[in-house]
C-alpha cells in the first residue's frame, strides 16, 4: 500500500488507481473516438509522472503506470459505446473522488485535484491542432478541468510543485 491510501478502504483505493484510466477514456472518447494517439501519450505522460512527480504522489505514478495500459483497454472494453453514456458513467465514477478527497491530507488531496486536471489536459492536447496536436476540441473542452471533481486548492503556505511535464507560463 501506498502512502496516500492509508485511512482509505479497497473501493477507495480503487478508484484513486483507476481515475487515471478513467479519465482518459473521458477525455479521449469525448469526442466520440477514442484514438490511438490519445491512448500512446497518456501511456508517455504515465511514465514521466512515474518519476516526475510532488514528493505527495510519492508512488501513485508508480503504482498506477505498472498496468496502465491493459487497465485501459480493459476499462474501454466495459464502458458503453455511446457517447453520452459513456461520459455519464465516467462522471458518475470520477464525482466519487469528491467523497475521498477529503478522508486525505489536505495537500495530498490537492497534488492528486492538480494532477488529474493536469494529466486531462494533456490527454486533451494529443489529437487535433497543427500535426494532430496541442488543440483541445470543443467537445473535450468540456471536460478537461473535470467538472465532476470539487477543486482543491493548494494550501497558501505549500510549495506547489509543478510537473516537469507541463508547460509553465512565465
Known sequence: MIPQFAGLN???????????????????GADGNIDSEEKEWAAKIMKIRGYQHPPALEGYYKLVGDKFATHLDEL???????????????????????????????LQAAHFYHSFVTFA???????????????????????VGLPMINKIEMPEDAEETPYEDEETED
Not at 459513456?86 to 467523497?99: C, F, H, T, V, Y
Not at 490527454?123 to 487535433?128: F, Q, T
Open 121 to 143: 489536459e494533456h490527454v486533451a492536447k494529443a489529437s487535433g491542432g497543427i500535426l494532430g496536436f496541442g488543440a483541445i476540441s470543443r467537445a473535450e473542452g468540456k471536460y
Open 10 to 28: 479497497d473501493t477507495e483505493q480503487k478508484l484513486l488507481i483507476n481515475a487515471i484510466p478513467l479519465i482518459t477514456a473521458l477525455i479521449a
Open 76 to 106: 474501454i472494453n466495459t464502458l458503453p459505446t455511446g457517447t453520452d453514456d459513456r461520459i455519464k458513467m465516467i462522471s458518475e465514477e470520477l464525482a466519487q473522488l469528491n467523497d475521498i478527497f477529503p478522508k486525505m491530507d489536505h
